[in-house]
């Protein structure tokens, strides 16, 4: 095992690599542009038998983020509640894994393709139809799938006490 500080170092020790595996900490979240780079070029530089590991740590990938990364070359993610010990029988266990995915040519192209709508919080019925059906259709190109989710209030709660109670923190989660 070769252990590097950044991703700069990880591209640099995997060069001329066509087996290794490479595992790659998620912890900052503001960097999820440079990690989602690193797996498209690891991916297109060193071909289908190199495994690409993303283990959460501290902070949570959201479902899009890693579907953007297991389509950009990623093998797997894994999730930061599992523990030391199945962690290294899940890194055993991709050995002999080959990637079998398709990895899109132009990176930003796929990461255009997998930014979420460029709002967050209420929209009126007919801007969040719009919002939505625009965001599938771009997210479609390469595989990356949406949640939408239908909450029915108890008869006592009024829907502008519901919407008030709503707190979005990150773009793209839309209600209506």
Known sequence: WRIVSDIDGLLEAAEGSVAATCLIDFVNGDKLHLLARAVHHLR???GPGLRIIIRERKLRLRYSDELLLLRLGANT???AEVNFSRFISLIDSLRDQIYTGTVPDHFEDAVHAAMPP???GYLNPLAFCAMVRDNLAQSARIGIESTLAC??????ISHVDALRSIKVK????LFT
Request: glycine share 6%; aromatic share 10%.
């Open 118 to 120: 460029p709002h967050m």
């Open 151 to 156: 909450l029915y209030l108890l008869p006592e």
């Open 77 to 79: 993610v894994v999730y």
């Open 44 to 46: 297109q530089k060193h």
């Open 170 to 173: 990150r773009q793209g989660d």
